[in-house]
Nanobody, 120 residues
Framework: QVQLVESGGGLVQAGGSLRLSCAASGIILKINAMEWYRQAPGKQRELVATMSSGGSTDYADSVKGRFTISRDNAANTVYLQMISLKPEDTAVYYC??????????????WGQGTQVTVSS
């Protein structure tokens, strides 16, 4: 029943910035982890950024120093702030939340994806 809705993608020039949003609807007891992936044409899906339940973050080397993952707990929303964008950042970006549920293992919930295109 939990759904993730992404927004914020678009077309930008190299060196520009975008902020992606991923908002959840439905009942959520606990979020174990929040992550952003991306997938470019002809390539496998790549983990870009992750935030643990404790708030610690990790980033792929390709985006480290340029991308920032953050969360608004009250709004059940995770963000990916992207600056100094490069053409190689062009991809469909997906958010994924690992969600807890009563008496069962956690499960993954994926957003629908949002296109980011960086022109040179």
């Amino acid at each position: 029943q939990v759904q993730l809705v992404e927004s914020g993608g678009g077309l930008v020039q190299a060196g520009g910035s975008l902020r992606l949003s991923c908002a959840a609807s439905g009942i959520i007891l606990k979020i174990n982890a929040m992550e952003w992936y991306r997938q470019a044409p002809g390539k496998q899906r790549e983990l870009v950024a992750t935030m643990s339940s404790g708030g610690s973050t990790d980033y792929a080397d390709s985006v480290k120093g340029r991308f920032t993952i953050s969360r608004d707990n009250a709004a059940n929303t995770v963000y990916l702030q992207m600056i100094s964008l490069k053409p190689e950042d062009t991809a469909v970006y997906y958010c994924k939340w690992s969600l807890a549920r009563p008496l069962l293992p956690s499960y993954d919930c994926w957003g629908q994806g949002t296109q980011v295109t960086v022109s040179s």
